[in-house]
């Protein structure tokens, strides 16, 4: 053995964006979170960026929209793709769902990350009962989430697809821009995409940075401009203000509103497919009423 050898930093894990973001929020969030997850949150700050006050505001955005998208829309089938840990101490998809008070109310949380599932299988068979399913599978193969979701919910009524703080993991070599047309055209009419991504648009040299170190962390990550997160919902009608800094999507309070959008780096919206379509959606979907052995409620 070398004195190389000896003094290499050991990692038995690999940081994932789960514990990332867990680690970046702190609180009850935090503990699921290991040290040097805790320490990677550290660095990202010491360049500039302030990830508590990121991953505190994406948050927010997620319960206002998909509260929206329950009452406005009135939308009550969720994918949840890049779920993430379920919190301790904030709402998650399937609360945020079921305090809408519409009881046909579906959730299915995606992750690739095996750590969400087990937190979210002890989580919810100790929470909100209801009509939640967790599917542990890559945003990179949506055939397997939409053969899942196919089973677990009803495809003649619309789909909300959420992609909130995942699609930055995705590298341009992963054609996500492919990844999100293919699964909004495998939903039905009406259905609509809720979206967040960091943006490179206020400290281009800061986010190079941020994708360097998260790189040599085995994570990769790409931040876009507004103009390419807006692609993502080419063909699809914006509700709400449109694509905008998520602090500032029909905010909660003013003061959150005021802040700089160069201090939350993140982009958010919702785009709403037409409800009049032909060749996609429920009529090609082969989507259905669900049942049997996959009905809302299993683990998968």
Request: some cysteine; hydrophobic content about 35%.
């Amino acid at each position: 053995m070398t004195p190389q050898d000896l003094t290499a930093p050991q990692r038995p894990y690999s940081t994932t964006p789960a514990r990332l973001y867990a680690a970046a929020h702190g609180g009850p969030e935090g503990r699921d979170a290991y040290p040097p997850d805790h320490e990677l949150v550290d660095r990202l700050a010491r360049l500039g960026l302030d990830p508590a006050l990121i991953a505190h505001h994406n948050r927010t955005f997620h319960r206002r929209a998909v509260t929206y998208t329950a009452r406005t829309l009135g939308i009550s089938q969720f994918v949840d793709i890049g779920c993430g840990l379920p919190a301790q101490s904030r709402p998650n998809t399937h609360t945020t769902a079921a305090a809408a008070g519409d009881p046909s109310w579906r959730v299915l949380h995606v992750d690739n990350d095996p750590v969400v599932r087990a937190h979210a299988d002890a989580l919810l068979r100790t929470g909100t009962p209801g009509a939640t399913t967790v599917l542990e599978a890559d945003l990179r193969d949506p055939d397997i989430i939409l053969d899942r979701a196919r089973q677990v919910m009803d495809f003649r009524r619309p789909v909300a697809l959420m992609l909130l703080a995942v699609l930055h993991y995705l590298t341009d070599a992963d054609r996500p821009h492919d990844i999100v047309r293919h699964l909004v055209d495998a939903l039905p009419p009406g259905s609509c995409l809720l979206l967040s991504h960091t943006t490179n648009d206020y400290a281009p040299q800061v986010t190079e940075r941020a994708e360097e170190l998260l790189a040599r962390e085995g994570i990769q990550a790409r931040a876009r401009s507004r103009d390419a997160i807006a692609r993502f919902f080419d063909g699809l009608t914006p509700d709400g203000p449109g694509l905008v800094p998520v602090h500032q999507w029909r905010p909660a309070d003013p003061a959150s509103a005021a802040l700089p959008a160069s201090r939350i780096h993140t982009y958010g919206g919702i785009g709403t497919k037409p409800r009049s379509t032909t060749g996609t959606g429920a009529a090609s979907s082969g989507g259905g009423e669900p049942g049997g052995a996959d009905s809302p409620g299993g683990l998968s």
